[in-house]
């Protein structure tokens, strides 16, 4: 019998933990299609433990671990307000990121997280949940789409020094 999966918000003592998956997870995403320069760039600007406390801190952004048991499975992000990363828009919320390891892909982690980041927008009164995904990752734009996202503009997303083109996408809620 499989333990269930639920949802727990991550807190400021979770950093490192969070520094962990974060990594793992976008390694495991990303390696095989940037330089290894790139990929550390990328990683040393964005997962360190100082820098995920801080956004923890964050008044307009909250982390959730999919956890089984003491197992994380996932995470997601999701901001609001200033916390945003591009559109700053107060009646939407940005799902940032949401990642899942690979030994529960196909174990419906994420639609539990993307299912939760809606839930916590609507509770929070957003009219929509917009989000960036690479271009090329054809596996998460059906899942979005799947979802019930469309596609609504695009914008650069940096690896390091490399210039990547993220579609956006927007479900009304």
Request: charged content about 20%; aromatic content about 10%.
């Amino acid at each position: 019998m499989n333990t269930p999966i639920h949802i727990y918000r991550v807190q400021p003592a979770d950093a490192e933990r969070l520094c962990s998956i974060s990594i793992e997870t976008f390694t495991t995403a990303f390696a095989a299609d940037n330089t290894a320069a790139n990929m550390q760039a990328y990683i040393d600007t964005n997962f360190t433990t100082e820098k995920l406390i801080n956004e923890i801190a964050h008044p307009q952004s909250a982390f959730y671990f999919a956890m089984q048991g003491d197992a994380i499975c996932g995470y997601c992000k999701l901001n609001t307000g200033t916390a945003q990363t591009e559109i700053k828009d107060d009646t939407g919320a940005e799902l940032e990121r949401i990642y899942v390891l690979p030994a529960y892909q196909g174990q419906h982690v994420g639609k539990l997280l993307f299912h939760h980041c809606m839930q916590q927008a609507r509770q929070q009164g957003k009219s929509y949940l917009w989000l960036g995904v690479w271009e090329h990752n054809a596996k998460a734009i059906r899942f979005y789409q799947a979802q019930g996202m469309q596609v609504f503009d695009k914008h650069i997303f940096m690896v390091g020094d490399d210039a990547q083109t993220d579609v956006m996408m927007k479900l009304a809620l």
